[in-house]
């Protein structure tokens, strides 16, 4: 019978290309990235593109410049790949906070910066006080030019023959214009009571006193109110305010609103807003400190 010679019927992989290695047809070697193969038996034929001893089987990339090594046109930790109309391209990662999105061309992706959410009811201070035993405390360089306009809102106890009021400070912690001018209209009753008494007064003391000592003389209470306080910074002019709060007494049945109205003896710029007691501490029937305050900032 006769033989039929074959020759090779499949590639032969070689590795990489050697000058002194014969190489038969089919034979595959690897040289500078590419692959090529055999196409006539030899030895010590260079490899190319095109010639008598190799044809070219399959190209390597171009570096990353065709956009086919992403690695190196990601170079950070956090970069973003996307495609222009060349190729690949690299975005840088953005810095905290930024957003992603389509640029004004609608062409390409980036970062943004988001703007700080604004607000003309602004929350400047908030205090809470559960321990210590303090009579006084003082919210320190709350009022600045930023504001005219400020909103107080609180919440207190007190013991027996005590009551508080609110100064506006200067830098020095002394009472902006000394003496305050106020004038307070109470209502109050007693919860078996069906008649509402109601007593109007006029004072000067040393700050705005939104209660009175005449309804805290017997036994400890619990106030809930708010204050607009108006320009406490202007030199021209005398800070006003005005409140109204919520009382009762906790032991007993008497219980009323206070609304009332004041304004500074004297101008002066105010950065401290203070609240004192008449010697008392601000705690609950169980002896537990309560006070509570926010301060706010209306542009």
């Given amino acids: 019978m006769a033989t039929i010679n074959l020759g090779a019927i499949k590639f032969n992989w070689k590795g990489a290309y050697n000058s002194g290695t014969s190489y038969a047809v089919d034979d595959v070697v690897s040289s500078g990235g590419n692959s090529y193969v055999c196409i006539q038996a030899h030895s010590n034929q260079a490899v190319g593109n095109a010639t008598a001893y190799w044809n070219i089987m399959s190209s390597a990339g171009t570096n990353g410049t065709n ?3 992403i690695s190196t046109t990601l170079t950070a930790q956090g970069d973003m790949l996307y495609r222009d109309g060349s190729g690949l391209q690299r975005l840088a ?3 905290a906070s930024q957003e992603l999105r389509m640029n004004s061309g609608a062409t390409a992706p980036e970062w943004h910066t988001p703007a700080v959410a604004s607000s003309d009811f602004v929350l ?3 205090t809470d006080l559960t321990s210590g ?3 006084s405390f003082t919210v320190a360089n709350v009022f600045s030019s930023t504001y005219k306009t400020y909103k107080i809102f ?3 106890n007190l013991g027996s023959n005590h009551y508080y009021s609110f100064a506006v400070q200067n830098s020095s912690d002394s009472n902006q214009g000394g003496q305050y001018h106020t004038k307070y209209i109470e209502q109050y009753g007693n ?3 069906a008649t509402t008494p109601s007593g109007g007064r006029m004072s000067t003391g040393d700050g705005f006193r939104p209660i009175n000592t005449w309804y805290a003389s017997s036994t400890q209470h619990s106030d809930v109110g708010e204050m607009t306080l108006f320009n406490p910074q202007d030199t021209t002019s005398r800070t006003q305010a005005i409140w109204r709060c919520n009382w009762h007494q906790e032991n007993d049945t008497h219980f009323g609103h206070t609304v009332g109205y004041g304004r500074c003896g004297n101008v002066g710029g105010g950065t401290h807003f203070k609240i004192i007691t ?3 501490d601000f705690e609950n029937s169980s002896g537990v400190l309560d006070a509570y305050i926010k301060i ?3 542009k």
Avoid: I
């Fill in 133 to 135: 035993n303090p009579s």
């Fill in 191 to 193: 919860q078996s009571s």
């Fill in 278 to 280: 008449n010697g008392g």
């Fill in 154 to 156: 609180w919440a207190l």
């Fill in 124 to 126: 400047l201070h908030t």
């Fill in 93 to 95: 990662k953005g810095t």
């Fill in 296 to 298: 706010y900032g209306l």
């Fill in 67 to 69: 956009g086919t090594d």
